[in-house]
């Protein structure tokens, strides 16, 4: 299976990726029957050439994902997710810059708790430094979500996240998110979504001056194939 999408901006855990400004994503997906899956993700970012400067140039503008798993249940209605996951960023970095590129394993439960609603939980934990962060192996990422399906094609989404990063406490914050999504039979999704933090605004500005944590609201256009 495959997916292409157009986004008003890239928000990954609450945090704008690409300074607010748009982004093109897209993924493959390979499934076995036996539960054990694969796939490969990218989006352009630029969050770490944000960072740049003339002293200590940075050239990296693409994210790209590779993952692994297996997915079973438990009955109809209690479902797993276990893997992992790695980050690469690659690009051109000055000389003794803490490299980005992180590798998170995961285990995730789902609970179908009736046709309409599904409730999911998930618990990511960093075996490297995450994202640049130094010395912050072992920092863990806690996924909440609710999904509603209102009516046919339209399903409301919710979100609960928070970010613990070892070694970094002042970085630490929680998130949230609120979306609707309307899929069409020919395999298009549009949504719009909110997305929220409790981050320090003065630790989550770039460069530009932009609160990159603040709340904020996000246009999708996707393709399923």
Do not use: C, M
């Amino acid at each position: 299976a495959g997916n292409v999408g157009i986004f008003s901006q890239y928000v990954f855990r609450g945090i704008s990726q690409t300074n607010e400004k748009p982004a093109l994503q897209g993924g493959f997906d390979l499934g076995h029957k036996s539960g054990f899956y694969a796939g490969v993700w990218g989006s352009n970012v630029s969050w770490l050439s944000d960072l740049s400067t003339p002293a200590a140039p940075i050239s990296s503008s693409l994210e790209l994902d590779v993952y692994g798993g297996y997915r079973g249940k438990f009955n109809d209605t209690v479902s797993f997710d276990v893997g992992a996951l790695y980050y690469w960023y690659p690009g051109d970095f000055p000389a003794g810059f803490n490299s980005a590129d992180t590798l998170e394993v995961y285990a995730g439960i789902t609970v179908a708790a009736s046709e309409k609603i599904s409730l999911g939980a998930k618990y990511s934990v960093s075996t490297t430094d995450l994202f640049g962060y130094v010395d912050s192996g072992g920092s863990g990422y806690l996924d909440l979500t609710a999904n509603l399906a209102v009516a046919e094609g339209w399903t409301i989404g919710a979100h609960a996240g928070r970010q613990w990063i070892a070694g970094n406490d002042a970085f630490e914050y929680t998130d949230w998110k609120l979306g609707v999504t309307r899929a069409f039979d020919n395999g298009f999704s549009v949504g719009v979504a909110y997305t929220g933090t409790d981050a320090d605004d003065a630790l989550y500005t770039n460069p530009y001056g932009n609160k990159v944590a603040r709340d904020t609201v996000a246009l999708t256009v996707t393709k399923a194939f």
